[in-house]
């Protein structure tokens, strides 16, 4: 029900959009996570937005960098990923995130649902 789309190669400093159309749930009752995961490293939180207000949270190594954000007549999030650098790249998931007694969606991906198939981002020169 989640597919990501925009990844690519692209130079470092350079910019990307990913996508994350999800399908069969809506985005008023879900909160969506962005995660990536590097050749034999862990899969790690990237970003999340909430299902309410939108409420977002980033890790600390992308704050300042990429931008998480959602349209709800499409019913899709987006990952505006700018000042790209090497250790960016991955492949990049979405899914459908838990949320703490807040309402602010968490990065945990072992409580996380109905992962995309990934899209691949390279930073390379």
């Known amino acids: 029900p989640l597919v990501e789309s925009g990844g690519g190669l692209v130079q470092p400093g350079g910019s990307l959009r990913l996508s994350c159309a999800a399908s069969g749930l809506t985005l008023d009752y879900y909160a969506i996570g962005w995660f990536r995961q590097a050749p034999g490293k862990e899969r790690e939180g990237v970003s999340c937005?909430?299902?309410?207000?939108?409420?977002?949270n980033y890790a600390d190594s992308v704050k300042g960098r990429f931008t998480i954000s959602k349209d709800h007549a499409k019913n899709t999030v987006y990952l505006q990923m700018n000042s790209l650098k090497p250790e960016d790249t991955g492949v990049y998931y979405c899914a459908a995130v838990k949320e703490n007694w807040a309402q602010q969606c968490v990065l945990t991906p072992e409580d996380s649902e109905y992962w995309g198939q990934g899209t691949q981002v390279t930073v390379s020169s």
């Open positions: 937005i909430s299902s309410g207000d939108g409420r977002v």
